[in-house]
């Protein structure tokens, strides 16, 4: 197995951050990406992955400072956590599960959002559930709160009411919510999107969360990317932003 490393102040700018290493087109979004998480160490957020050219990495943080909708004091709150390619099923996952759990200690648990269902760009309930996760919260829009209870007195993490309801005080058009947590989100949302919404006659409003308080009050849980028309709930696939992928979302959206 390879060393896991975890990155900070020191090694940030030398050191890659795992999604989009070689996509040239999002270089921008990919030092958003890093600003992003220099301002976050500071908060207590940690950033492991192997020693290698890879996409096999974990993001985590206290929950009170997390840019999610999740009310959960005192917990750790887990973000991106990606295992891909050939270093599925080494051991991988549940060695950078045990260092999260490890940095957990003194808190009440671990929690985190995926959907009830597989969703992109979210973890895979089903494999946390094998490690001792339950679902203690769930929106309308098929997200879940997952959580590993490390005191079992302690509360259950759950979404915030406009999480949970998952829908946009917008009623008209395409919004998108998205912030700096993903290398892809700015480049697809700004450029792709907004390509792809130019050849129709659907109006975007674009809505970048740019802080804590922003993200902890967003109407969707995920806020990577998330996509609404006429106030629903769409998807939080990025892909949706690539012309043949939208029509495919909307023509689901317009069968309902």
């Not at 929690?111 to 769930?138: H, N, P, R, Y």
């Amino acid at each position: 197995m390879l060393n896991i490393i975890k990155l900070d102040e020191t090694n940030i700018d030398s050191e890659h951050i795992c999604c989009a290493i070689s996509d040239k087109k999002c270089a921008e979004s990919y030092e958003a990406k890093k600003q992003w998480l220099r301002e976050r160490f500071a908060e207590g957020y940690v950033f492991r992955r192997i020693d290698a050219r890879a996409k096999v990495f974990l993001e985590y943080c206290p929950a009170e400072v997390g840019w999610v909708p999740v009310i959960a004091p005192n917990y750790l709150l887990l973000n991106c956590f990606w295992v891909s390619g050939q270093y599925k099923g080494q051991g991988y996952a549940k060695e950078l599960l045990r260092l999260a759990i490890e940095d957990a200690q003194g808190k009440d648990g671990l929690t985190t959002v995926a959907g009830k269902k597989k969703l992109s760009f979210m973890s895979d309930a089903k494999w946390l559930i094998k490690q001792g996760f339950e679902v203690c919260d769930e929106s309308h829009a098929g997200f879940v709160v997952l959580t590993k209870k490390l005191n079992s007195a302690a509360p259950d993490p759950k979404f915030t009411d406009a999480a949970r309801a998952c829908e946009c005080p917008n009623k008209n058009g395409i919004v998108v919510y998205y912030s700096n947590r993903c290398p892809f989100s700015e480049f697809h949302v700004k450029n792709t999107l907004s390509e792809t919404l130019s050849k129709r006659d659907i109006s975007l409003e674009i809505i970048k969360l740019t802080s804590r308080e922003m993200a902890q009050n967003a109407p969707t849980p995920a806020t990577i990317f998330s996509m609404f028309y006429n106030g629903k709930y769409v998807t939080n696939d990025i892909s949706v932003c690539m012309d043949l992928r939208f029509d495919k979302a909307m023509a689901k959206v317009l069968e309902k």
